[in-house]
């Protein structure tokens, strides 16, 4: 099953429409998760109505009813597969000194933030968001990816994700817009 991941769209704070290159990169896809930042219901309507069916959580930066409609954060089953999905500003800040100053004590890096929030979950990927940075790497036999951004920014490129899940396995890409 091929999975389109997305976060921080942040419509229409940055843009007032999601990059037309979003259609190609998501064409035959399964369902869409986006990680956050979503920031109106309208972009999720979007998302249902011209790609597929996609599940969301909301960021810091999205709108009350966004808030209110979305969970901070969700598991997603794919078969025997789980896909925890958390956008990460729950942790405060991009950088270890945020988290430190969170919860008081020395600072946990990001992954084993994002692990201990899905600890009881037995989740195979996490898909967060927030950073604006591309990620994608195995830590503790759990897939962390963030997509980046969907809209371009002063030092970086948009992008989006691809997760591939099989019966045995997750798999992540990244996809320049």
């Known amino acids: 099953m091929k999975i389109g991941i997305i976060a921080d769209t942040h419509i229409p704070e940055l843009s007032p429409v999601l990059p037309a290159r979003i259609a190609e990169a998501f064409r035959g896809l399964d369902i869409i998760l986006h990680a956050g930042d979503v920031c109106e219901l309208a972009v999720l309507q979007e998302f249902q109505e011209t790609y597929t069916l996609t599940f969301a959580v909301h960021g810091e930066g999205d709108s009350e009813a966004v808030r209110a409609y979305l969970d901070e954060k969700r598991v997603v089953r794919f078969g025997e597969r789980r ?16 988290l430190r100053r969170l919860l008081g004590g020395p600072a946990p890096s990001l992954p084993e933030y ?21 990620y994608v ?3 503790g036999g759990v897939l962390l990816f963030n997509p980046g951004a969907a809209l371009p920014g002063p030092d970086r490129q948009p992008t989006v994700g691809i997760l591939d899940v099989g019966q045995r396995n997750i798999t992540g890409k990244i996809v320049p817009l």
Do not use: C, N, Y
């Open 137 to 139: 790497r195995m830590h």
């Open 114 to 134: 994002l692990l201990a929030q899905f600890r009881d979950e037995d989740v195979h990927a996490i898909v967060f968001g927030h950073t604006h940075r591309p």
């Open 83 to 98: 896909v925890g999905m958390i956008h990460g500003h729950q942790a405060g800040a991009r950088s270890r000194g945020g």
